[in-house]
């Protein structure tokens, strides 16, 4: 381990003089300790010793973290990972994005720190969180019963909301829909009765910016899409097994609806190509009527485009019911990530670096890492971090500002959504709101910890089996065959690829964990 002076990183931030830096009650060394670490996410291939938050924390606990991360000329942090693993030198501190499978597997194996102990004994603020929310550090916990890391955190409920242009719902007459047959009448009126009024059938009733978005429709079936906030995964099904959603009959019936609806133009022709960039270009140039998307920065488009679209309303409206009679927000925030940091076996300094961890989940901490530098980016009024003016009126969206300061990054931390509340706009807000006021919500599915031949049975089979659903999928969308003639091979060939090896093993590690 390095020791430096940090007298270079105090006099690079003048308000570092706040109170809550001097009176020393955060320190955990007495002598400056560097640990070195990896930190790969998606926004940023490395970990900047310039961030101001690295630099109030390193004030206040005597802790300088150096950057030693591996793959930074890739954006895949798995990649990253595995190329880490492979040169074998460990830094002290392994973070950043999906580390969760990696650690779990080669943490048993002496690679990681198991954190146990060490947390119990040396860090009672994340104590503290897993004795409230035990069910989270079991679904974190390896095979052999023990954890590696601590995971990245979030918070709120509600995510993604369906959105509805009431302006044209109020041009021609309509109400809200409020069941899918419903939906489907107001997507027939969109594409037919001209609602932006420029003379042209140009309007795209259903639009999304992340194509995987399609596939949320099945809900509108009965069906699922996924059972966690990420696209595509398995769910735990009404038997208390895993399963996949996209490998029962609800899918082929749900599919095959949301065919018909691309057939008829009820869908963007280009929801497969159009990327990232759909939803600022269809709203901004008055042509998308109904998505499903955040909360916060949908809404923001109602005041981004107020001068340019005349009489612009993006509003929230309830999930219709489904053919079955249900509402469901499939999407939700989940609780645990597979995000967060460890601690390797090279670190001469581990009860250091777990109080240090600890540290994140003191109010000062966790203020921290959620909001930035207590008097350059938030102030604490009334008990409450509150942004700053220039930060909630800037012209960049302040999760940006935040990223680059080093708060939202991807460390073990608890998220706090006060720091999103502060930037969601009325209608967001109303929406919220109304969400909360009606039972949709469903369980989420946590994940599971493989043992190694779990493991090494899942890395055969899944990718393969995953790659040729998704295909099927999007073929059958556009046209391309026909999902009930083809239902019966589809799933013979899932099972010929190893769906049920997969299966047997998901649900033996997740038998394991509930245990």
């Not at 670490?37 to 802790?63: C, F, K, L, S």
């Not at 499978?101 to 690679?111: D, I, L, M, R, S």
Request: proline fraction near 5%; hydrophobic fraction near 40%; aromatic fraction near 12%.
């Amino acid at each position: 381990m390095r020791k430096t002076s940090l007298t270079l990183a105090i006099m690079a931030c003048t308000a570092l003089t706040a109170p809550a830096f001097a009176d020393g009650h955060l320190m955990i060394v007495e002598e400056p300790l560097e640990l070195t670490i990896h930190m790969h996410w998606p926004r940023a291939q490395g970990y900047d010793e310039n961030y101001p938050v690295e630099q109030a924390a390193r004030e206040m606990t005597g802790i300088h973290l150096i950057d030693a991360t591996a793959g930074r000329n890739s954006t895949n942090s798995r990649e990253a990972m595995n190329l880490l693993l492979a040169q074998g030198d460990l830094p002290d501190i392994v973070g950043g994005h999906l580390i969760q499978q990696p650690v779990n597997e080669y943490g048993p194996q002496g690679a990681f720190l198991p954190l146990n102990e060490l947390v119990a004994e040396h860090a009672p603020n994340i104590q503290a969180f897993w004795d409230a929310h035990p069910e989270l550090q079991a679904a974190i916990t390896a095979y052999d019963g023990n954890y590696y890391y601590i995971p990245y955190l979030p918070d709120g409920e509600f995510g993604r909301a369906w959105f509805v242009r009431q302006d044209w719902l109020d041009a021609l007459g309509l109400q809200q829909p409020q069941n899918v047959n419903e939906l489907y009448d107001v997507l027939v009126a969109f594409r037919d009765r001209d609602p932006n009024g420029n003379g042209m059938k140009d309007e795209i009733p259903y639009f999304a910016r992340q194509w995987e978005e399609v596939a949320r429709l099945l809900t509108l079936w009965d069906a699922r899409s996924s059972g966690s906030d990420t696209y595509h995964d398995f769910y735990v099904n009404s038997d208390g097994q895993v399963a996949h959603p996209y490998a029962v009959d609800s899918y082929r019936e749900g599919l095959a609806n949301i065919a018909q609806w691309y057939a008829e133009g009820l869908i963007d022709p280009e929801i497969f190509t159009r990327g990232s960039s759909a939803r600022d270009y269809l709203l901004s140039e008055n042509l998308g009527g109904v998505t499903h998307d955040w909360f916060a920065s949908t809404a923001g488009y109602n005041a981004a485009l107020a001068e340019s679209v005349p009489g612009f309303d993006f509003i929230p409206f309830l999930p219709p019911e489904s053919a079955g009679g249900v509402r469901m927000a499939e999407h939700r925030r989940i609780p645990i990530k597979p995000d967060g940091w460890a601690i390797s076996f090279a670190n001469e300094n581990p009860i250091e670096t777990i109080r240090y961890f600890d540290f994140w989940f003191t109010e000062e901490g966790r203020n921290m890492a959620n909001f930035g530098v207590e008097g350059v980016h938030f102030d604490v009024i009334d008990g409450e971090p509150i942004y700053r003016s220039e930060i909630l009126n800037s012209d960049r969206a302040v999760n940006s500002q935040m990223y680059e300061i080093g708060a939202q990054i991807q460390r073990g931390y608890w998220q706090d959504y006060r720091y999103e509340w502060q930037w969601t706009s009325e209608a967001a807000r109303a929406g919220i709101e109304l969400y909360s006021q009606h039972d949709l919500l469903v369980p989420q599915f946590l994940g599971v910890s493989f043992n190694e031949e779990e493991q090494a049975i899942y890395d055969r089979y899944w990718p393969s089996i995953r790659t040729y659903m998704l295909e099927r999928q999007q073929a059958w969308v556009l046209g391309s065959g026909d999902v009930t003639a083809d239902w019966d091979d589809y799933v013979s060939t899932l099972a010929d690829m190893g769906l049920d090896q997969v299966l047997e093993v998901m649900n033996s590690a997740y038998a394991r964990q509930g245990s």
